[in-house]
């Protein structure tokens, strides 16, 4: 039963597209993941079942409006990775 969240190449576009421009206090892979992850943990998941209507959900999780609430998900996820990043985290994790 394969299915997919969408939500996640969403969310993945968008850090790819700001994460230049995000105030995140190291700007390296593992910081980058860090936020991907605690951003998806904020959000709630767009599971489609695979290659059906894949495009149209997409296009939803696409409108400005959509963008707009992901990415203060996202912003807010840069503030707690700058402030606990992972590799200076050793009692958590
Ligand atoms: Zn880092």
């Known amino acids: 039963m394969p299915v997919h969240n969408m939500m996640e190449d969403a969310v993945r576009d968008l850090i790819d597209k700001q994460w230049d421009n995000l105030s995140v206090s190291c700007h390296c892979d593992e910081c980058k993941t860090d936020v991907f992850a605690l951003s ?54």
């Open 40 to 93: 998806l943990n904020r959000l709630n998941p767009h599971y489609v079942r695979q290659q059906s209507g894949s495009a149209y959900v997409k296009a939803d999780l696409m409108t400005e409006q959509a963008k707009a609430t992901l990415l203060t998900a996202i912003v807010e996820c840069a503030k707690v990775v700058s402030a606990y990043p992972h590799h200076h985290r050793k009692d958590i994790k």
